[in-house]
DNA sequence: TTCCAGGTTCCAA
DNA sequence: TTGGAACATGGA
């Protein structure tokens, strides 16, 4: 099937690192979406591909989003202006919000390619085999397998003390469906609240839940990367004092996360999420 | 071999 | 309430 819509870049959209279980061959992208294999390639502004609807394709990139308009309400400052052209194209996609909370709970701490080999791992070990053309995928576990899965298990796909977490988390949501929905109708302060109380869970983690599974844009995850733009582009916005604190220190502490959150949702408004991630991926490319 | 990673938790002060 | 160490593991 095919689709024109713009403006949409899809190598940037599943590039960025938002999400981690797709993959590249021969000019298609492969992955899955509500357990079916989808494959997916973009010709100039057309979008082809099988085994899955307009609508759904649609809904998963966002298409229906109004990217000028977010760009109208997110561009501030010369910085963002430049980050936004140079990825024009890069669109939020909907995750599943079960897969995206247990993969955000493996992806602390870990560089990207460690987490997508532990994802892998957790979908072979506990997923559907699932093939299309001859390429084969493994669909992500569903929360059942998990609970009833073996920390030792879990350590073998190389989560570490990872395990413990998704173990508790996923034994802790029971109704999984109506935990979701629940979090979709809440405001955006009050799902993070709740999220929160997951183990393994941290201002972070809900963060990118809430950003990327239940279409909470005005969410701005704070990560090692964001915290390299602030301090390289937006120093200005804080006090020297703070600047040089979290310059010297690794990670962030809860006081450091929160102030830098809070600047990103005034800053850049009600589509904050989306300035994040431009943000996130261009400072990565440039450190490459 | 060493460094570091889309941070969270635990505990002492 | 807050700051800082501990945490398992693997990619680069």
């Known amino acids: 099937m095919k689709l024109i819509q713009t403006p949409f870049d899809l190598d940037l959209t599943l590039c960025c690192g938002q999400i981690f279980k797709w993959e590249k061959r021969g000019g298609w992208w492969y992955g899955i ?9 973009q010709l100039s502004k057309d979008l082809e591909f099988e085994n899955a609807s307009s ?3 649609k809904n998963y990139f966002s298409l229906n989003d109004n990217l000028q308009e977010i760009k109208r309400k997110v561009v501030r400052d010369e910085y963002i202006k430049t980050v936004l052209k140079k990825l024009w194209g890069l669109r939020i996609i909907k995750q ?57 298990d879990l350590l073998k796909c190389g989560l570490g003390y990872r395990s413990k977490y998704v173990l508790k988390t996923a034994r802790k949501i029971l109704e999984p469906n109506s935990f979701f929905d629940e979090l979709y109708q809440l405001p955006y302060s009050q799902a993070k609240k709740r ?24 969410a701005f995850p704070v990560d090692v990367w964001i915290k390299r733009v602030i301090i390289n582009h937006y120093s200005d916005h804080f006090s020297k004092s ?26 850049f408004g009600e589509h904050a999420g989306y300035a994040q991630e431009y943000l996130f991926y261009f400072e990565r490319m440039n450190l490459k």
């Open 195 to 218: 999220l929160i109380q997951l183990p393994g869970v941290g201002p972070k983690v809900a963060d990118c839940i809430l950003l990327f599974s239940l279409e909470k844009t005005e």
């Open 96 to 152: 599943d919000p079960w897969e995206c909370l247990i993969s955000y709970i493996c992806a602390t701490y870990k560089n990207i390619a460690a987490i997508k080999s532990m994802l892998f791992n957790l979908s072979k070990k506990f997923g559907e085999k699932k093939s299309l053309d001859d390429f084969i995928m493994y669909s992500f576990p569903n929360p059942k397998k998990l609970q009833s899965a073996k920390e030792s």
């Open 33 to 41: 979406i509500n357990d079916n294999p989808i494959k997916i390639r």
């Open 55 to 57: 609508d759904l394709i």
């Open 242 to 267: 703070f600047i040089s604190k979290i310059s010297q220190s690794r990670s962030i502490s809860c006081l450091e996360y929160t102030k830098i959150n809070e600047f990103g949702r005034s800053y």
